[in-house]
């Protein structure tokens, strides 16, 4: 499971509140990313981190912030969510040997 | 017009047979190519990757690619019940993806005991 934990796995919440998405990954890797997946769109890129401090954008960035301050931790808010933002986001790392990416768990997040 | 495609199914085929899946892309920019399953409420799990045109295989699974026609594709030998997955194709320019990698739908398998 190339050492990805997700948390939570599953949130409810309302629509205007924030919601952080915590990944976090045991084999400090440099690059980490955060994707989305919806039925009829598959998995879209929302941002990535190519090193601690250093993010930038996706294909679907709007509405997320991203935040590493340590190699291990790779944090994506929702600073205001909305009923568009329901999804399954999933945390990805880039291997090294291979040199593709894995996967997490997933995080279920409804928002009403 | 999106910069994968790929069919969404389902797929249903019997247990033995030979399963092929495909995926076309319209940028030839992209140069590594891997193939996801994906189990439902499961993470994606890498079954391949490759970088250069031609077959790759990997047990009963091969992949091939043709940067000519922009296309790839997955085979399933001795498909098994187990294998009834959703497929998902992906593409990056640069190696591991760096700047993220461009999926496909996704194609759901369904293998027929």
């Known amino acids: 499971d190339a050492g990805i934990t997700q948390s939570p796995r599953h949130k409810v919440t309302e629509t205007g509140t924030p919601v952080t998405l915590r990944c976090h990954q045991t084999?400090?890797?440099?690059?980490m990313y955060w994707y989305r997946q919806d039925p009829g769109h598959g998995l879209r890129l929302i941002h990535y981190?190519?090193?601690?401090?250093?993010?930038d954008k996706g294909e679907v960035s709007d509405g997320y912030s991203v935040s590493r301050s340590k190699t291990e931790d790779f944090l994506l808010t929702l600073e205001s969510a909305t009923s568009s933002q329901t999804s399954v986001y999933f945390c990805?790392?880039?291997?090294?040997?291979?040199?593709?990416?894995?996967f997490g768990p997933g995080t279920r997040l409804l928002v009403l | 017009q999106k910069e994968v495609e790929q069919d969404p199914g389902p797929l249903s085929v019997p247990e033995g047979a030979i399963v092929s899946l495909n995926c076309t892309y319209s940028?030839?920019?992209?140069?590594?190519f891997m193939w996801y399953r994906q189990y439902s409420r499961k993470g994606p799990e890498l079954l391949m990757y490759t970088y250069s045109s031609g077959n790759k295989e990997d047990g009963r699974f091969t992949a091939q690619v043709d940067k000519s026609s922009k296309y790839i594709s997955l085979f399933i030998r001795d498909s098994q019940p187990s294998d009834s997955a959703t497929y998902l194709c992906a593409v990056s320019r640069s190696g591991g993806g760096a700047d993220g990698l461009t999926f496909g739908k996704g194609t759901h398998l369904i293998i027929q005991p």
């Open positions: 981190s190519y090193g601690v401090k250093d993010t």
């Open positions: 084999e400090n890797h440099r690059y």
């Open positions: 990805a790392i880039r291997g090294t040997a291979e040199e593709t990416q894995y």
């Open positions: 940028n030839s920019a992209f140069q590594y």
